[in-house]
T-cell receptor
Framework: GAVVSQHPSWVICKSGTSVKIECRSL??????MFWYRQFPKQSLMLMAT?????????EQGVEKDKFLINHASLTLSTLTVTSAHPEDSSFYIC????????????FGPGTRLTVL | GEDVEQSLFLSVREGDSSVINCTYT??????LYWYKQEPGAGLQLLTY?????DMKQDQRLTVLLNKKDKHLSLRIADTQTGDSAIYFC???????????FGSGTRLSIRP
C-alpha cells in the first residue's frame, strides 16, 4: 500500500513550452502533497506544499507563476512548468501524506525534465 | 536556521557494516529520518526516530541519536550490493511540517 506514481517519468521539451507533471496517490487519499526539485548529485529542495482544494504554499525563492501547482482532488496533484528554460532541467519528485500513516510522506519515483 | 549535513561518499566491503553519519542544527527537530534513493528513482523511507529516543533497530538497520551533539547515524549490518544507493538524512519539526534533507551520502560496495 501507500504507492505514489508520477507521470511522465521523463520528458524532453523545447525552451518556451510548458510541461505538466502529474502526481497520484494510487491507494490512499493524500490530504497534502509536496513537490521537490533535485539537481544532479544534490539534495532535494522543497518547492511547495499543497493541500487539496486550497492554494499551494511556495517556499521562498520559488516562482509561483512559473511553477503552477494544482491539487484538485485527494489523489492528484499537478505541477506545470510554464515557459520552460534549460535551467529548469531537473529531477522533480512529489510526495504525498495521508493514508494508513498520516505522519509519513510517501515519495513518487520522480520525473526527469530536460529542456532543450 | 535549519541545516543538515552529511559526508558525500562512503565505500565499504561487502559483508562489512556501513555507518553513515549526519549532523543537524535545529534543536527543535522532533522527527529524524533516513531515506534511500536508488539511481533514477524516488525516495524510500528506511526508518525514522523520534528525538526522545536514543536508538532504534530494524533488522539490519540501527539508528543512533545523540541529541546533545545533534548527531544521527545509520548503521547497516552485513552490507550487500543491493544497499548501493544514496542515503539522505532528514529532519522535521513535526509530522505535518516540511522535511529538510541533507545532501545525501553515496554508498558504494566493493567486493
Amino acid at each position: 500500500g501507500a504507492v505514489v506514481s508520477q507521470h511522465p517519468s521523463w520528458v524532453i521539451c523545447k525552451s518556451g513550452t510548458s510541461v505538466k507533471i502529474e502526481c497520484r496517490s494510487l491507494d490512499f487519499q493524500a490530504t497534502t502533497m509536496f513537490w521537490y526539485r533535485q539537481f544532479p548529485k544534490q539534495s532535494l529542495m522543497l518547492m511547495a506544499t499543497s493541500n487539496e482544494g486550497s492554494k499551494a504554499t511556495y517556499e521562498q525563492g520559488v516562482e509561483k507563476d512559473k511553477f503552477l501547482i494544482n491539487h484538485a482532488s485527494l489523489t492528484l496533484s499537478t505541477l506545470t512548468v510554464t515557459s520552460a528554460h534549460p535551467e529548469d532541467s531537473s529531477f522533480y519528485i512529489c510526495s504525498a501524506r495521508g493514508g494508513y500513516s498520516a505522519d509519513t510522506q510517501y515519495f513518487g519515483p520522480g520525473t526527469r525534465l530536460t529542456v532543450l | 536556521g535549519e541545516d543538515v549535513e552529511q559526508s558525500l561518499f562512503l565505500s565499504v566491503r561487502e559483508g562489512d557494516s556501513s555507518v553513515i553519519n549526519c549532523t543537524y542544527t535545529d534543536s527543535s527537530s522532533t522527527y529524524l529520518y533516513w531515506y534511500k534513493q536508488e539511481p533514477g528513482a524516488g525516495l524510500q523511507l528506511l526508518t525514522y526516530i523520534f528525538s526522545n529516543m536514543d536508538m532504534k533497530q530494524d533488522q539490519r538497520l540501527t539508528v543512533l541519536l545523540n541529541k546533545k551533539d545533534k548527531h544521527l547515524s545509520l548503521r547497516i549490518a552485513d552490507t550487500q550490493t543491493g544497499d548501493s544507493a544514496i542515503y539522505f538524512c532528514a529532519e522535521s519539526y513535526s509530522s505535518a511540517s516540511k522535511i529538510i534533507f541533507g545532501s545525501g551520502t553515496r554508498l558504494s560496495i566493493r567486493p
